[in-house]
């Protein structure tokens, strides 16, 4: 029986591998266009208290890959070829969310000083993603491109095929190194805005 079952898993990884050779001719280099989306601020006072000289800021962060595919008809109506020809992605932020302690009163001087201080981080945010352009363009370009044309033998079997483009793209090593230095150029801007403290003079200067 594991002698049979050898035989048959060497069945169809070959019958795999000669599907996707018949596809390899219908890849092409892939257009890439990346875009960022439009951001909106919000403010909030949480009822529980917080740091009071420090807020917090809550990114939300978009990231999505809209997949044009060509979709090759084979002869003899032996199948498709589903391959990537275009992708519109958006990467960036969308949304901050500002939360300010419920201690500083609407508008007042300290309000003020901590939503400031606050306002730098978003800065920091939004500088990193449009500091990364070109590196994430190479990379979704450099991911698509390796990605070849994947076959199927039914028509019904496209979608699943285009889904399995999109998890191939968006797992694809470069990818996920773009986004672990992305993630780390944050922390350090961020965490430089904090070393600077320039909210604590602000808040002395409310106080005294």
Known sequence: MYKIFTFLLSLIVSANAFAEDKCVAYKIRPLVRIEKPNW???VGQPLQMMDLYHGNVVATLVDEYNIVVNID???DNEGFCVGI???NATIGY???LVKVDMRHK???CSYKAVLAHEGEHITAYLSVIDDFQNDLKKSVYSAANSIIPIFVKNEED???AI???NNKLQTHP???LVKQKISAEEELRNAKVDDENKQYEELLKCNG
Do not use: G, N, Q, W
Request: glycine letters at 0%; aromatic letters at 4%.
């Open 40 to 42: 909106v601020k919000k």
């Open 73 to 75: 008809e084979l002869p």
């Open 85 to 87: 020809k275009d992708i």
């Open 94 to 96: 969308s949304d901050f």
């Open 106 to 108: 609407l508008d007042s």
């Open 158 to 160: 496209i979608a699943d």
């Open 163 to 165: 889904d399995d483009l």
């Open 174 to 176: 470069d990818m996920i």
